[in-house]
């Protein structure tokens, strides 16, 4: 009871902290964050691996830095576990056409660390923070 209750002041927190952006299109590194997105009114408007850990070929790269300028994209969303040189590259070919987009590091929470003196529990609050990061980290970069 006590953490749904939690939960819901998460929920509560992102969209307050997402309402009044007026950019709230992001890439991320490949389809993770749907159900974020939703939940806080973003959109995900492509992902730059349409499989975890398969590179784009170059003319998948183009088709996205042309969907980037297009619908003014603002962030791209990586993953700690993951590569950045894509993100990189797409954000430079979008910064010699004069297109300024931040890369930020959103967490899918997908490993936990494990609390001090126990073998295998994470923190229980691991999930609220590790979300409450993504929530400031996102809102600060989107315009």
Known sequence: KQFIEELKELESYGKAAFKNKKNKKIVTTHEAFG???EA???EI????QKMPGMDADAAAAAKLAKQCRDEKVAVIAVEPQYSKAQAEALQATLKRDKVDIKIVTLDPLETADVQPGKKHNPDPQYYLKGMKKNIDTLAEALP
């Not at 408007?45 to 730059?48: E, K, M, T, Y």
């Open 40 to 42: 806080f009114g973003l």
């Open 35 to 37: 159900y974020f997105a």
């Open 45 to 48: 408007v492509d992902a730059i």
